[in-house]
């Protein structure tokens, strides 16, 4: 069992930045990949980040790609989104998932383990 736990949202205005953070609670991260999804209310849940547990290429949404950067520290356990440029667009609850030793994922059904979220608002 894998639990994940989110900080680091909150209210920000337009253009302005936010670090999120997902500290996992197993031994070590480092064979798992990991993916930031976010959900709007009245939206389904929509893929944002990933980042492999092998070293490979992360992988981003079109609406993010140059404004968000995906990382990790597996000595701390933990997944971190940047997020630069932020638009109201990008309010939601951000969601950090897990996968054991699994080729990078766009989709929620692809993740095994969930946190419970952290909310982003963006202020126009």
């Known amino acids: 069992q894998v639990l994940l736990v989110e900080s680091g949202g909150g209210l920000v205005q337009a253009g302005g930045s936010l670090r999120l953070s997902c500290a996992a609670s197993?031994?070590?991260?480092?064979?798992?990949?990991m993916g930031w999804f976010r959900q709007a209310p009245g939206k389904e849940r929509e893929f944002v980040a990933a980042i492999p547990w092998n070293g490979g290429n992360s992988a981003y949404a079109d609406s993010v790609k140059d404004r968000f950067t995906i990382s990790r520290d597996n000595a701390k356990n933990t997944v971190y989104l940047r997020m630069n440029s932020l638009k109201p667009e990008d309010t939601a609850v951000y969601y950090c998932?897990?996968?054991?030793?699994?080729?990078?994922?766009?989709?929620?059904?692809?993740?095994?383990?969930w946190g419970q979220g952290t909310q982003v608002t963006v202020s126009s």
């Open positions: 998932a897990a996968v054991y030793r699994a080729f990078v994922r766009r989709t929620p059904a692809g993740y095994d383990y």
């Open positions: 197993v031994r070590s991260i480092s064979s798992y990949s």
